[in-house]
């Protein structure tokens, strides 16, 4: 009973013990926040290079002398406002892209008016055949063949039949899911 009682004894001390050692540890808990100063105040804006009243002329400390050569105020302006001096790059770019337009629009025009031409050429000679040819009868005869005519009494009486003659409406298939 004595090794017994020494085996229950261990036992529970085995228990105790890895409790006490398996268990995961606690976390150690954050340090709170430093309180807010409330007196504290931002550092001051970074100062500009220029500031706004040293950029206007009454600050410059010399008089800027005029440009020898510079081209007068008054001349030819783009759309934006730009002087421009006949010769440069954008005024013969610009120039050579309208000459190319209106040659454009030349070409169009000429080919619309050539394709009237041969239309009514065609039409002339298709209408001299048809003529010579006899084919302007036989035309309105076969289309009067193929599609009468109808006035509205006439559609008004094929509706009619229609109803009469065709499947009962509840025999009509309306829906693809329904069946018949």
């Known amino acids: 009973m004595d090794s017994s009682i020494w085996v229950i004894i261990l036992f529970a001390i085995m228990a105790i013990l890895s409790d006490k050692l398996g268990k995961k540890k606690t976390p150690k808990r ?16 970074m100062p500009e290079p220029w500031g706004k009243a040293e950029r206007g002329e009454k600050n410059v400390p010399f008089e800027i002398p005029d440009i020898k050569g510079a081209p007068l105020p008054q001349g030819m302006t783009d759309e934006g406002g730009i002087y421009r001096e006949p010769g440069t790059k954008m005024q013969d770019m610009l120039e050579a892209y ?36 006899g084919l302007a009868k036989k035309k309105t005869a076969r289309r009067a063949a193929i599609l009468p005519q109808f006035t509205p009494d006439q559609v008004q009486q094929a509706v009619v039949m229609a109803e009469i003659l065709g499947r009962p409406k509840a025999y009509r298939h309306h829906s693809p899911y329904r069946r018949r």
Do not use: G
């Open 30 to 45: 954050m340090p709170p926040f430093p309180p807010r100063d409330v007196d504290r105040t931002l550092p001051p804006p």
């Open 98 to 133: 309208r000459e190319e337009m209106a040659d454009k629009a030349r070409a169009a025009a000429y080919e619309a008016q050539r394709r009237a031409e041969e239309a009514a050429i065609r039409a002339e000679e298709e209408a001299v055949y048809a003529q010579q040819a």
